[in-house]
């Protein structure tokens, strides 16, 4: 039987979701953006409502919505804010993911939990400044030492990675072995011998912070493996996997809040003696942006339902990010097109959501890279 509806629950959580990013989030973006900072008290209120461990079982403090109700809380947020957005994605659908995916049962209960319960944050930090696309050709290396791991090297481009307490690294444990050389750690950031450089500069999602990471002879016990030793490029995918359709819920989120901000535009702005909402021209790019959001949430809440009945869907799940980044970054033109100058200005929310849409097309995989994964499985399946 097909049931397309949501559940009361996934409804409130929807409905509680809306009334935080109505109330906190939105009316600050604006100033978010100008500011380059993420206020923290939003994150100690999102955390207060459980949204840091939505998608997470309740046994490790999550909220038990599974991967539709976090793509449900993305999308709300991404209405308000891409930078609240994202620096939860780095925290949830990275970070804390790599360790529910991934972790045994100890590590779940030591660091799933608080990160669950939004007492601690997480970073993912698998990029390195000569290693983006081809993460395998990583440097940074870590060498058993008996006890530990002593871990060196740096990393770049990591969301939250200032301000996370707990960091999944990657690093290379065994050169002679390729992708099968590389073994991924739960680290702290308060342990000797880690760093985080200063923010970056960015063009859009400028209230998340991405920073430099460096490892200097820092020592990592044994029990913080996360996986096997050799596995790690497996926990970096199989947590990619997932993080993608989430991802695509934000650009989706991100895109109503165009169209809707469009429409009102379109209907209110009177050009030639009447509302440009009569001219055709404007009917087709409003008519072009409903289907593309039509199209897009029905293969996002399809895969993220195909990720909480544990049937495998990496094609599905790049076609997802692929597809939600292009058709964000679609939106936010045919945005700005509608809202003529008003929209190339700051003063307008269209002129940051525009900057905020770009990024989706690099990270967590570039588009082109989403290409090779989609291909590699259509040629696998048709052999
Ligand atoms: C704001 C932001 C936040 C980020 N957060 C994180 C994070 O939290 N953790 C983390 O680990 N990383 C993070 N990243 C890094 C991000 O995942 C990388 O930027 C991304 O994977 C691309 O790598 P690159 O920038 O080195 O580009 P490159 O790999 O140098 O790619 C440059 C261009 O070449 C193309 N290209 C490369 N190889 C191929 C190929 N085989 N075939 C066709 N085209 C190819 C790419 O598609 C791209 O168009 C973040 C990046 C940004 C911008």
Redesign the pocket.
């Known amino acids: 039987m097909l049931d397309f509806t949501f559940t009361e629950e996934q409804k409130m959580l929807r409905d509680v979701a809306r009334k935080f990013t109505d109330n906190e989030v939105r009316p600050f973006a604006a100033e978010i953006d100008e500011k380059e900072e993420l206020p923290f008290d939003i994150i100690t209120k999102a955390a207060e409502l459980g949204f840091l461990g939505v998608v997470f079982p309740e046994q490790y403090g999550g909220g038990g919505f599974g991967e539709i109700g976090y793509c449900i809380l993305l999308e709300e947020i991404a209405r308000g804010c891409n930078s609240t957005a994202v620096t939860i994605g ?1 925290h949830e659908s ?1 970070g804390a993911m790599a360790i529910y995916l991934c972790g045994n049962e100890e590590q779940k209960q030591k660091y799933l939990r608080p990160l669950a319960e939004g007492k601690l944050l997480a ?5 390195e400044p000569n290693a ?3 993460a395998a050709s990583m440097k940074t290396f870590a060498v058993d030492n008996g006890k530990n791991f002593l871990l060196n090297g740096n ?1 770049t ?3 939250n990675g200032n301000i996370a307490d707990v960091i999944v690294v990657f690093a290379i444990t065994d050169a002679s072995k390729g992708v099968k050389g590389i073994t991924s750690f739960i680290v702290e950031n308060k342990w000797n011998g880690f760093r985080a450089g200063k923010p970056e500069k ?1 063009m859009g ?1 400028r209230g998340s912070h ?1 920073t430099d990471l460096f490892f200097e002879n820092l020592e990592v016990p044994k029990e913080n493996i996360l996986g096997e030793v050799g596995n790690g490029f497996k926990v970096a995918m199989e947590t990619l996997d997932v993080a993608r359709v989430s991802l695509a819920a934000q650009c989706l989120g991100s895109s109503k809040e165009m169209l809707e901000l469009s429409i009102k535009h379109a209907n209110e702005r009177k050009q030639f003696g009447k509302p440009i909402a009569e001219q055709q021209a404007i009917q087709f790019m409003l008519a072009e942006m409903a289907s593309e959001i039509y199209q897009t949430e029905s293969i996002i809440y399809r895969t993220a339902w195909m990720i909480d009945n544990n049937i495998p869907c990496s094609r599905e799940s790049a076609i997802c990010k692929l597809v939600a980044t292009e058709t964000v970054c679609k939106i936010a033109d045919r945005a700005m097109q509608i809202h003529g100058g008003m929209g190339y200005m700051r003063e307008y929310p269209i002129e940051r959501l525009y900057r905020d849409a770009r ?1 989706n097309r ?8 989403q290409h ?1 994964v989609i291909a590699r499985d259509v040629l696998k399946s048709t052999k």
């Open positions: 780095g990275l970073a993912f930090a698998l990029t983006g696309s081809d990393k481009f990591i969301t960015k999602i991405t990024v690099i990270f967590e995989g570039t588009n082109e890279i090779i």
